[in-house]
């Protein structure tokens, strides 16, 4: 502690005694002590002195008290124990604190919100527990005919993802795909290559053959996969996934993220075929940037120039 610190200590001292009623005791302590020093005659010399004493030794005791409690070194501990990373690393902690910053921008900015947004809606998109952040992503499409009589193309969408991990211990990378059709359409759904590094995982994929749903009228098809990542904390997935889209039946690919993604770059080219696609982003805070060619054309490139949060993506319209 220097000389500044305890200046500055003893200056909201002073400060603290003249803001609060302390300071009107003080005195009146103070008077009663010197009538017992000043007036050798007054009958009650001795009470006074102690009455004295008692007053300003008390009222200089609770005038530190609080000092130290509301403005002093007490409460920049405790201000440095919330705030602290240790404090906010327990679960019940953070949230507590969480919901109280929620609550408090809330009724400063949009009380209209109180009670509509919640915290939760929010706490979405603060990274949990478990969770994997992809700090490369990136995505081509090729596009050709299967045939282009009944306006049926093929894509061939190859994705390389660098995933990180809080650490080395096991983590689950998890993919879930699926697609409608026409019923009897026998639309193809596969993926081709999947590699963690140069290990090959395409018998961790798991294809469920087209089944009939009932109440939507279409073929449904899924495919999955999950991948156990253990012993770095980044890991370099190639997947290579073929896929049938009719022009005429839901043209579009719609990607929502499930990850942190950090500036994911998406192309497309149809190699002369004449195929367009139209590229939108989904719920994104900013717009992709067009780096290469142009949206809405047979070929192109798109950069979003941040973060993607979960829940935010992107989507293709085929066209002719």
């Known amino acids: 502690m220097d000389r500044k610190h305890i200046w500055e200590i003893f200056l909201n001292f002073l400060k603290s005694i003249c803001d609060n009623w302390f300071v009107i005791v003080f005195f009146i302590g103070i008077t009663v002590l010197l009538s017992g020093h000043i007036l050798p005659q007054f009958q009650y010399k001795e009470q006074a002195l102690l009455v004295g004493n008692v007053v300003v030794f008390s009222s200089v005791f609770a005038s530190f008290t609080r000092w130290v409690s509301v403005r002093g ?35 400063k900015h949009n009380p209209s919100l109180k009670g509509i947004l919640e915290n939760s809606s929010v706490r979405a998109y603060i990274p949990q527990e478990g969770e994997l952040f992809y700090s490369t992503y990136s995505q081509h499409m090729d596009a050709s005919w299967v045939d282009e009589g009944k306006r049926l193309v093929k894509i061939t969408e190859t994705t390389k993802i660098t995933v990180t991990t809080k650490d080395r211990s096991l983590n689950r990378l998890s993919y879930h795909f699926n697609a409608g059709m026409p019923i009897g359409a026998k639309w193809k759904y ?4 999947l590699k963690v590094g140069t290990a090959c995982c395409i018998d961790r994929v798991l294809v469920n053959d087209a089944e009939t749903d009932e109440l939507s009228q279409e073929d449904k098809v899924t495919i999955e996969y999950e991948l156990n990542l253990e012993g770095n904390t980044q890991y370099q997935i190639h997947r290579v996934m073929h896929r049938e889209i009719s022009l005429d039946y839901e043209p579009y690919i719609i990607i929502v993220s499930g990850k942190h993604t950090l500036k994911p770059e998406v192309s497309f080219a149809s190699n002369g075929t004449g195929i367009k696609a139209a590229f939108n982003s989904t719920g994104t805070l900013d717009e992709f940037d067009t780096i290469d060619g142009r949206n809405n054309s047979s070929e192109f490139t798109e950069r979003h120039p941040g973060l993607m949060l979960k829940g935010q993506g992107y989507i293709i319209c085929l066209s002719k």
């Open 190 to 193: 596969h993926i081709n290559s």
């Open 73 to 107: 070194i007490v409460k920049k501990t405790l201000n440095e124990i919330l705030s602290s990373k240790e404090f906010l690393s327990q679960t019940k902690n953070f949230d507590s604190v969480w919901n109280n910053l929620v609550e408090v921008a809330i009724e």
